[in-house]
Each structure stands twice: as C-alpha cells, then as structure tokens.
C-alpha cells in the first residue's frame, strides 16, 4: 500500500495515539483513578478505529472501486479488506 505513504496525515494520526497510549501507561504508573484509565483507553480505541475507517476507505478508493482495476485485482483487494474486516470482528 505505498500510497499511503503519500499520506502524512495518517502519520500524524498514528503519532497522536502513540501518545495517548502512552498516556495509559502514565497514567496506571501513577495509579490513577480507573476512571480516568478508562476514559484514556477509550480514547485509543477510538482513534484507532478513525484510523482504521480511513485506511479501509483508501483501501476501497484503490483496490476495489478504482477505475481500469482488472476483475482479478478487484477480488484481490475485496478479499484483503474482507480478511480485515473478519479479524476486526473477532
């Protein structure tokens, strides 16, 4: 997926919730109320599903919907999204 390199924002995004990770680390270090754990581990999950919605949403833009894509790289790129999509659920 090297177009997503041309992507700083999803870096940017990944960096904001290596922060707020280690912010759970902090924060059970310190012993804080649980709380406040709880609301920063929501927090992670949340940005990391938003980063999840937007690597699935390019995934779909040029693997799956982009014109001139042969039928097999249109299976190719269904089935990756489905395998992602299946171990997400888990």
């Known amino acids: 997926m090297s177009h997503l390199a041309a992507r700083p924002d999803l870096i940017a995004r990944v960096r904001r919730i290596a922060g707020q990770v280690a912010a759970v680390e902090k924060a059970?270090?310190?012993?804080?109320?649980?709380?406040?754990?709880?609301?920063r581990v929501a927090a992670v999950r949340g940005a990391v599903n938003g980063l999840l919605a937007e690597v699935i949403a390019e995934h779909l833009k040029d693997h799956v919907a982009l014109p001139g894509l042969s039928?097999?790289?249109?299976?190719?790129?269904?089935?990756?999204?489905l395998a992602v999509i299946r171990r997400y659920a888990k």
């Open 71 to 81: 039928d097999a790289e249109r299976a190719t790129g269904a089935e990756d999204l």
């Open 28 to 39: 059970l270090a310190a012993d804080a109320p649980c709380a406040t754990v709880l609301h």
